[in-house]
């Protein structure tokens, strides 16, 4: 899927501050959010797309990578994977405080019956370049990405050193607050403290108080041997940490193909084009052909044809569900000498009046056919 630039999905131009990316997206998420969209699927995906180019602008590590490298350069920068996340997950992941000011008295009521329950932590996603051979094998490679983990200042609770939250003094500690008057009085969960019942006065300089940190992680994973181009590989519990107890999210290792010099994928086949001289066709020979472990022989029959192709049975790449082997194709280009010294022009010159005489039997039915088409006159 292609994905969108992130400054065209906010709306801004590339040398927009911080404040000016924070504007955009509060902007933008109250556009789209559900809550205004009740079940527009097509809201929902463009206000995961803004969360995402806002996770990745908002953060300077990651807005380098990506004014260098575009899109390519997030890879293993530990990137959420919306797509799969709730809204009401990704509304509340970015710590800022009062982002939205308890705009949505909805939205938030219904997070605060999950607020102090343990929930399982983001998945992450990733990539992992293969080689053929790593496919045809399998591999295990090792893969560094950065993840967010409890910050080691503050042991996770985003308060400085020595502190400790204290209870909120707009709910006194309930979490909630209610709203309307009269009969129908309604709780709602408290703006201040967004239902968690407790406010952090100084907050943990190294986390900033979300009580995380982002982390370098480096883990081995197993590449099951014939995987394909864009398959993910999921690594178990890998991903973000839970709340409160919850177990992390996972990992997810999207495979990309490194290019081979000889050889090309179609399928569990592999393909490789191999060019011979013209005399090498007409005549027959062996030639050596680029396989996946160092060069092999093929017999080339006299009267080869541009274009044909030729099978080596089983030397391809394993089926993933199977394991049964696909075949190694050799498709042939004929050559034509560009240069020819005297002797050559010589021998072909030869060659071509005793052509005249016996023409192919191909082209004598071409010409025959030519004929037939335009009239015969
Ligand atoms: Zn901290
Ligand atoms: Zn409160």
Same mark, same amino acid.
């Not at 490298?69 to 959420?80: E, N, T, V, Y």
């Not at 970015?94 to 949505?104: E, I, Q, R």
């Not at 100084?202 to 190294?206: E, P």
């Given at each position: 899927m292609d994905k969108r630039d992130y400054y065209e999905v906010l709306g801004i &131009?590339?040398?927009?501050s911080a404040d000016d990316i924070k504007r955009a997206y509060r902007r933008l998420a109250m556009k789209y959010h559900p809550d205004k969209n009740s079940g527009d699927k097509e809201a929902e995906n463009k206000f995961k797309e803004c969360a995402e180019a806002y996770e990745v602008l908002s953060d300077g590590e990651k807005r380098k990578r990506y004014d260098q @490298?575009?899109?390519?350069?997030?890879?293993?920068?530990?990137?959420?994977d919306f797509s799969r996340m709730n809204v009401e997950d990704i509304f509340g992941m @970015?710590? #800022?405080? &009062? #982002? @939205?000011?308890?705009?949505?008295g909805g939205s938030h009521s219904r997070r605060s019956a999950h607020q102090n329950r343990a929930t399982r932590g983001y998945d992450l996603e990733t990539s992992v370049e293969l080689t053929l051979n790593d496919i045809a094998k399998g591999a295990e490679k090792t893969i560094e990405f950065t993840r967010q983990d409890n910050c080691g200042e503050c042991g996770g609770s985003?308060?400085?050193?020595g502190t400790k939250p204290s209870q909120c003094p707009t709910c006194k500690g309930s979490g909630q607050v209610s709203r309307g008057g009269g009969f129908f009085q309604m709780l709602s969960s408290c703006p201040q403290c967004r239902g968690t019942g407790k406010v952090i006065k100084?907050?943990?300089?190294?986390c900033r108080g979300t009580g995380k940190v982002p982390k370098k992680r480096v883990v081995k994973i197993k590449i099951p041997a014939g995987v394909h181009e864009g398959q993910g590989i999921r690594v178990s519990s890998e991903g973000e940490p839970g709340q409160h107890g919850g177990p992390r999210g996972d990992l997810y290792c999207y495979v990309r193909i490194k290019p081979h010099e000889f050889l090309q994928r179609d399928g569990n086949n592999l393909v490789a084009l191999v060019p011979i001289s013209f005399t090498q066709a007409t005549l027959g020979t062996t030639i050596d052909v680029p396989s996946l472990d160092g060069t092999k022989k093929l017999k080339i029959p006299a009267g080869t044809q541009y274009g044909n192709i030729f099978r080596i049975k089983g030397q391809g790449l394993p089926d993933i569900r199977t394991g049964r082997s696909g075949d190694q194709l050799v498709q042939v280009t004929i050559e034509t000498p560009a240069k020819l010294n005297a002797k050559q022009r010589e021998l072909l010159e030869e060659f071509a009046k005793a052509e005249n005489k016996t023409v192919s039997p191909k082209s004598t039915g071409f010409m025959d056919k030519l004929k037939k088409y335009f009239g015969n006159n």
């Open positions: &131009n590339k040398t927009a @490298f575009g899109h390519q350069g997030l890879s293993g920068a530990g990137m959420h @970015f710590d #800022l405080d &009062n #982002l @939205f000011g308890g705009v949505f985003g308060c400085a050193k100084t907050h943990c300089k190294k």
